[in-house]
C-alpha cells in the first residue's frame, strides 16, 4: 500500500505536466502559419521541349462577341463593319482595350 500512495502523490504534477504540454502545442505560432501558406500555394512548372504527337493548330479562328454603346456604335460602327467584311488586312494592326 505505501508504494500506491507515493506513486498516487505524482499523478497531480504529471496530470499538470502534460496540461501545460498540450496548451503549449496549442498555442498559434505566427511563423508556422506563414510557412504553410507558402506550402500551399499554388505553383506553376514550366517545362520545355519537344513532344512528338504535337502537331500545331492548323486555321485557328477567334469567335468574339463586341460589346459596345450606343455612343461607341455610332463613333467606330463603320470601322468595325469594315474590320468584319474585309478584315485587317496587312497594313492594319490590331488594337485591343484589353
Known amino acids: 500500500m505505501k508504494k500506491s500512495g507515493k506513486h498516487l502523490s505524482l499523478v497531480p504534477p504529471i496530470f499538470a505536466l502534460l496540461v501545460l ?7 498559434v505560432n505566427e511563423k508556422g502559419i506563414q510557412a504553410a501558406k507558402k506550402a500551399t500555394e499554388a505553383t506553376v512548372e514550366t517545362q520545355v521541349g519537344v513532344v512528338e504527337s504535337y502537331t500545331g493548330v ?10 459596345q454603346s450606343a ?3 455610332q463613333r467606330y460602327g463603320a470601322e468595325m463593319q469594315d474590320i468584319i467584311e474585309n478584315g485587317l488586312g496587312v497594313d492594319r ?4 482595350g484589353i
Open 71 to 73: 455612343e461607341e456604335a
Open 21 to 27: 504540454i498540450s496548451i503549449t502545442a496549442c498555442t
Open 58 to 67: 492548323v486555321n485557328p479562328t477567334l469567335d468574339a462577341n463586341y460589346l
Open 93 to 96: 494592326v490590331l488594337q485591343s
